[in-house]
């Protein structure tokens, strides 16, 4: 491996960080987003079982003429010069991007339906439904998107950007979040998530420092404590939601350290003062490309993970670069680059083959051709909030969840 692929895997590794840094990275920060959520910067109160703003407005049956521009709110690396300049001189669409350093900072951008001057934003699961339920994005035209019907079946209508049949987002890529050992340490890979609560393995292990570990602890649960009667790791009840965090309370003395960006978990591995720890196929991949004796896998009870949607905004002022830009990163190819450049997975069913003429292998190496089973067996990142699945207003909402993990960071 060169300096240049170094510097590139290191500067992913720092955007993959982003999805953690500033919306989970630790008590002080947990606390500002409260009290921007509390002064208006989000809701912090959108609840389910309601329309959403925005579901009246018609998506166009056709895409015009380009308007010449295109403003995008995006994590760093999902704009890269590689499939960029070749869409701009396909469509003409002068591409413009604010790289998001959080969750947070993407819904605080895209307030007032984007304020008349972003046209997209790169939302992850864990405010996509905020996004919709503030009315800051707008319907999608799926029909508009040649490459839909390839999407896998998850990524077709996932309850993330789609509410009541209304789709409001385009799933773009996704990641599991994978149980992550050292195959000294394991020689047989461990079957339950049950190792990271073991206190056999205190000071070996390393999690995310994210408010959504909450709903790990919750789907290790499911399982662990059926009378807790958990269907959804992300809808909990009080009770359910109190069982998750004292068992977070449990690892707490076990964990050596709680990971902001993927370069530091995988640095602990190379240093080899963790030998498991929660993570994405990125570190993985990227520790045995180093020759670190690593190997992941899919605990028996599941694993939640994230997917990212392209939503347009409510104000959008280039709609029809907003759809060419969609239609263009939906494809084949286009996931596959990014898939391979960013260390993620693709969710064009079609894009495997463009991985293998990327890089041989790398379509099982990213998961990309994971089973209808494996997925199904994932949970991923929605927004917890008040309302239930079932319509009741018994569920504990995010900004509940960013406290109590803010408590017990600070504990």
């Not at 960080?17 to 990275?25: A, D, F, V, Y």
């Not at 999608?140 to 490459?147: A, C, E, F, Y």
């Not at 263009?328 to 997975?345: D, F, H, T």
């Amino acid at each position: 491996m060169n300096g240049a692929d170094i510097a590139r895997l290191n500067r992913i590794a720092e955007a993959e960080g982003h999805r953690i840094l500033g919306r989970i990275g630790g008590a002080a920060a947990v606390a500002l987003l409260l009290l921007v959520n509390c002064s208006g910067g989000g809701s912090g109160a959108a609840t389910t079982g309601t329309s959403p703003p925005t579901a009246s407005l018609k998506p166009p049956k056709a895409i015009g003429a380009g308007e010449g521009a295109l403003n995008l709110i995006a994590w760093e690396g999902y704009t890269d010069a590689s499939w960029v300049d070749p869409f701009i001189e396909q469509t003409g669409c002068k591409v413009t991007a604010r790289f998001a350093a959080s969750p947070d900072e993407m819904v605080s951008l895209m307030a007032n339906g984007g304020g008349g001057q972003w046209d997209m934003v790169s939302a992850s699961g864990e405010i996509s439904t905020r996004l919709i339920y503030d009315g800051n994005v707008r319907p999608i035209n799926t029909g508009l998107v040649p490459d839909y019907p390839s999407f896998q079946r998850q990524f077709k209508s996932p309850s993330f950007n789609t509410i009541g049949g209304v789709h409001y987002g385009i799933s773009v890529q996704w990641a599991p979040n994978l149980l992550l050992y050292d195959i000294h340490a394991f020689p047989t890979a461990p079957t339950s998530w049950n190792v990271l609560y073991n206190p056999t393995y205190s000071g070996r292990i390393t999690v995310p420092d994210s408010y959504l570990q909450i709903a790990d602890a919750a789907l290790y649960l499911v399982k662990r404590q059926p009378s807790l009667k958990i269907t959804d790791p992300y809808e909990l009840t009080q009770p359910q939601f109190d069982a998750a965090v004292e068992l977070l309370k449990t690892q707490r003395p076990l964990v050596t350290r709680y990971w902001k960006v993927a370069s530091e978990e995988m640095s602990l591995f190379q240093n080899g003062e963790v030998s498991l720890g929660a993570a994405w196929p990125y570190q993985s991949i990227n520790l045995k490309a180093a020759n670190l004796p690593v190997q992941d896998t899919l605990p028996s009870e599941g694993a939640t993970g994230w997917v990212d949607s392209w939503m347009m905004a409510t104000k959008a002022p280039h709609p029809n670069c907003a759809y060419l830009w969609t239609r263009y990163v939906s494809s084949p190819k286009v996931q596959a680059m990014q898939a391979i450049g960013y260390g993620e997975v693709p969710v064009n069913s079609r894009a495997c083959a463009e991985m293998e003429n990327i890089q041989a292998g790398s379509c099982a190496l990213y998961h990309a051709d994971a089973s209808a089973a494996y997925l199904s067996s994932i949970r991923f990142w929605k927004t917890p909030m008040a309302a239930c699945g079932d319509g009741s207003q018994t569920c504990v909402p995010y900004t509940a969840w960013q406290s109590a993990w803010a408590a017990l960071m600070a504990a």
